[in-house]
């Protein structure tokens, strides 16, 4: 998918919402407060859209409600935009970039870059199962210098 594309299937803040409450809700809403599966959406000229209240705890919340995303004045657009630019690119987008791309302040970009990174530390931690393969790596650095110790270098060393 390229920009245009991720621009025709999300073309209003409400198709971002709605994308954002499907992965992270999945089939039923779930307050981030207490974890109840009941609640209602609040729908009145004054409420925002997407706002809605627990039946157990009585809160407000919405889908950016404990997230990184949450209490900022970004559009989901542009976190959505965000995210697919420093998913799509294989070296890392610089926050100048996301910064320029987004019409957004540098600071601002740095924060949301590492926002977007915190979001995907769930998916780092976890663990490999199965046939895992890797090529010829040596996993570690330099030894640390010991005086009179002459450590092996190359395939002779014993990291694993």
Same mark, same amino acid.
Do not use: I
């Given at each position: 998918?390229?920009?245009?594309?991720?621009?025709?299937?999300?073309?209003? @803040? #409400? &198709? $971002?919402?709605?994308?954002?409450?499907? =992965?992270?809700?999945?089939?039923?809403?779930?307050?981030?407060?207490?974890?109840? @599966? #009941? &609640? $209602?959406?609040?729908?009145?000229?004054? =409420?925002?859209?997407?706002?809605?209240?627990?039946?157990?705890?009585?809160?407000?919340?919405t889908v950016t409600t404990r997230t990184p995303m949450h209490s900022t004045k970004l559009s989901l657009w542009k976190w959505l935009q965000a995210m697919y630019l420093i998913v799509n690119s294989s070296k890392g987008v610089s926050s100048v970039f996301l910064g320029r791309y987004l019409g957004i302040s540098q600071p601002a970009a740095w924060r949301m870059g590492h926002a977007i990174r915190q979001m995907m530390t769930p998916m780092l931690n976890a663990k490999l199962s199965g046939v895992v393969e890797l090529d010829e790596t040596y996993i570690g650095g330099k030894p640390r210098y010991q005086p009179g110790v002459k450590n092996k270098r190359g395939r002779g060393t014993r990291k694993y």
């Open positions: 998918m390229n920009l245009d594309q991720l621009r025709q299937r999300f073309p209003n @803040e #409400q &198709s $971002c919402r709605q994308f954002f409450e499907s =992965v992270l809700w999945h089939d039923r809403r779930k307050c981030p407060l207490c974890g109840c @599966e #009941q &609640s $209602c959406a609040l729908k009145s000229q004054n =409420v925002r859209p997407g706002l809605y209240e627990c039946y157990q705890c009585k809160r407000q919340f």
